[in-house]
Each structure stands twice: as C-alpha cells, then as structure tokens.
C-alpha cells in the first residue's frame, strides 16, 4: 500500500503571535484538527484523494474563522462572492468557479463543473444558475461572515474560554484585513493526486476581480506524474508566477524533489515580490508546506507522520 | 541591435481548403497582413513589443471576420461577452478581462488593467465598471457580429469580388461554429518580449464560461528569459495543460530551445486530446507557429524573415 497523506491550510499572510489570544488560537486550531480529522478518516478508508480534499474544504468551508464559505468576507458592495477549484490528478480534470454567491459550499460546486461540464471555469451569475440547475445547497446572506458577527464571534471566544482576559478590541485581528483561501492536497492509497481550494476573496474587492485561487496552474494544480498543490497569499503573484504548475514543471522538466522544487518556487515567488506559501504532496505521499510571510494555519498528517498543526513559522 | 519579430494568428480549427472560396480566403489574408503591418511599423520605429502586440490585436478585433471584438460571437443569451489578456515579459506584469461587454477593443482594457489596477484579471460587470471609469470606447449592440450581418458580409465579399461564383450557402463558414481567437507576440529591439490575446468565446456558450484567452499561464505568457505566447484552440485543454507557461517552463528547466519546447508542448496538448495551436517567440527574434488541427490563420514576420501568411497545414 502507498504512503496516504494529507495536508490543508487556512491562509497564510500576517499572523503574527503577539496578536494572537490562546483562545482564539485554540479555536483556529481546532477548526483546522477538525477538517484534517474528516479528509483523513476517508484516505484511511481508501477512499479517493479528490474525495479527501473536498471533505477537507468543505469543513474549512464551514468554520466561519477562515475566509471562504461561511467565513467569506465582503467586497466592496457588501456581498459575498466565492472562489474555488478542485483538480483530479489522476484523470488531469478540474472544475472551477469564480463569484458564486449565496452557495454553502463552493467546492462542491467546482467539483460538479469538474464531473458534469465540458468547462473548467464557470463565473458569475452564470456559475450561479449552474449552481441552481445542480440543486447545490443555498444558504441566506445571514450565514455568510458580517463584520459584526465576526467580531461578535471573536468576542464570545475570549469572555467564553479565558473569563479575565480583557483584551481590547485592537487585539483582535481586524476583519477589515482579514485575508486567505482554505485548501487540502492529498495522496490516496492508490497514489492518486487531488488539490482543492476556496476563497471568500479579497475584502472590499472591487470590479470583479479574480484571484489565484480558481485558476488552474495558478491556485490550484494536480498531476500524479508531479505533485498536487494549494496556494494561499497576494494571488495577483500567483497568477504572474503561475505558481502551482510552476512546482510540477520544475519536478517534471527538471527532475527535482518536491521538496527542491517547493523551494525553487517559493524564491521565485519571493522574488517577484510575492508573499504567501502553498501544501502540495506528490505520489510517494511526501508533504511540504513552506511559506514566505509571518504566517500560514496549516495542517498534515501521512500514516508515518502524527498529525501537525502549526501556524506561525 | 537585436532581431525583432512579430506572429500574429486569428483562430485555430476546422479550416479546410475545400470549404473556403478564393475571395474569402483572400479576405482573411487581407485582415492578417493589415494587422501584421500595424505591429511591424512599430517594432521597426523602435517601438516596444508590448505596443506591438497591442496595436496588432487591435487591428485583429476590428475585422469582423475573426472572433473577437467586432467579430465576436454570440453567448446563449444572445450577447457578446469577450475575454482578452495581455503580458510584459520585461516586467513580468499582466492584465486580463473576462466576460467585458460593448468594449469596442477589449485588448485596451486588459492593458489598462495591467497599468492602472494592481489586479490582473477583472470579470462581468466589475470589468464593465472599470471600463466605464477608464472611459474606454464602447461601440453599440449593431457594431458587433450577429448571424444574420455575417452572413451579409460574406455574401457580399462573394458576390463582389467572384461573381460568376454561385457557392450554396452550406458552403459559407457555418457562424454557429466560429470559434477561434486572435493574438500577437513580439519580440523588440531590445529583446524585450510581450503577448497578447483576445476573443469572443464560444458560441451559444452557457454559465458564464471562461475559457483559456485570459488566464495567464493558460492562453497567454511573456517572460523575457523565455517566450511570448499567445494560443488559440479548445481552451480547456489549454487551461488542463496549462500550455502557454509549459512552452516557457520547458525552456527554462529543460534548458530546450524555442522550437523543441514548443513541439513538446503541443505533443503533450495532442497527448490530453487538446486541439489548437499557438505563435510564441523567443527573445532572439525566432518564432514559432505550431498546430496540431487543420489549419490555424497565422502570419509572421522579422527582420530577417519576410512576411508569411498562412491558413492550412
């Protein structure tokens, strides 16, 4: 039997421990143990690397701390618009969708453009229809990340779990910055390779802008002869640098290690000004998870190695 | 001084010689010298690659018989949503705009992308926003392609110029298939390369589908050390492949030549049942125009070179 393994990641970008309470910490980490815990249970079960990673995404999704699904944050005209990809490295298929709204949980809509479509990418009001023609899963605008329910959120785990701590509200991470993608990669018993990753997009975007995360090469990229791969960070350096192909063109054409070829990527990427970091694993089940900024949630765990959760570097 | 050298295409697919006349032919012919000459001019004036491009495909976009800009086709609503991507392989920046509507040349708006946003790739309405702010021009519903006015124009083009030739209409480019795209890369003076890509989709295409014409990486790519490529064809097995950033990954990591890299490229876009083709030069000035269809409207010219237009294999 292969090596399985499986990693995810919650954004990466200024997570900086002195802003950091233990509680809310703990919660973060308790969302990602949760969403590696459910992928997990099925790659033991030998079931598929692409189911794996969209369980995983889906309860990224669903943990409104992260910023995709429940916890996607606003653009500049207060609604919710979700990005997402998913990618089967064994069949070389992805779906993707790009400013859903109103749609529980955007990976699994990607992976229907995956299965049911000629297409890859799907946007808009478009993508919208697709989704109600697929009987996927709605949810109100009140489900969705508010600023205030979000610091409301935040409040109740401070006075919930550490009862004298009074932190002030500047302690709290503010939601107007808040950031990031969810992901998962994974390598099933079989060998086979997946990638997903979510986005709740950019606060306060504006114009219809598309990042990284539902562009294949880009965000988002599996390929069992190289490696599958999620990014998180400034997606606009992502897209320039094409940076989840750019790992498996440098382990295929130059016959480098995940490991090295992470590497070579992540200095590209610092070196064209961008900041963030990705999770990718390859066919032999190896794992890495390297970024470039103060931080990234992240999480893995292989049948060699115990279950790892860190957050800052 | 550096070789300079520009390729243009206007759409690659099912081009058989048995189905064109000579007088359309000749049309087809002449809107690829036009647009070859207008970026020729400004590459030999000492202008920039990125001018280049940009003034070829604006050229390409104004002649109606290509799908993009005036020429582009209709979506299933009816509308025309067009998708154009440029790239600065000096800066290694880019702009991309999907789905834009009434923007007479989509390609001036990806670059005003580029230039004025710190976003790449802008879609729907957003992207309309944008254009408005931007003050690009904007052309009514009646300037763009409908069945019926294409139709006209190639009656028109038949009947004036071979007029003992009384072709069956099933003998005229069926306008529910055309498919195709438009594109330039140049190579400049200094060395200095840029691509640029435009399209009006798929006909009677349905959810809001983004296809390979803006996804950098996908459709379009510059990078000085390596290539400029712009492609045309099937776009998702563009996008699966990732080709545009492939034709460059396999010269920067496999240390291949332009002409091996591109050949490889299309044997692996043969490989994933991709059909299509693309122009993509290097910055010594050598082009290549590589296809694996029937035929891909093309042309090129350096200053070594004279100019070369070709439709069929």
Known sequence: MNKIALAIHGGAGTILKSEMTPA?????????????????????????????VEASVIELENFPLFNAGRGSVFTHEGKNEMDAAIMDGKRLKAGAIAFVKNVKNPIKLARLVMEKTEHILLAGEGANEFAREMKVEFESEEYFFTEHRYRQLLKAIEEGRIQ??????????????????????????????????STGGMTNKKFGRIGDTPIIGSGTYAENSACAISCTGHGEYFMLGVTAFDVAARMKYKGLSLENAANETIERLTKINGDGGFIAVDASGNVVLPFNCEG???????????????IYR
Request: charged share 30%; net charge neutral; hydrophobic share 35%.
């Open 24 to 52: 809310l910490e703990n919660e973060y980490r308790k969302g990602l143990e949760n969403a590696l815990r459910t992928g997990w249970e099925i790659l033991q079960k030998k079931g598929s690397a692409l189911d794996a």
């Open 296 to 310: 990234m949630y992240r999480g893995c765990i292989t049948n060699e190695l115990e279950m790892k959760i860190e």
């Open 164 to 197: 004298l701590d009074h932190s002030s509200e500047s302690k709290i991470q503010n939601p107007k910055s808040k950031i990031g993608t969810v992901g998962a990669v994974a390598c099933d018993f079989r060998g086979n390779l997946a990638a997903a990753t």
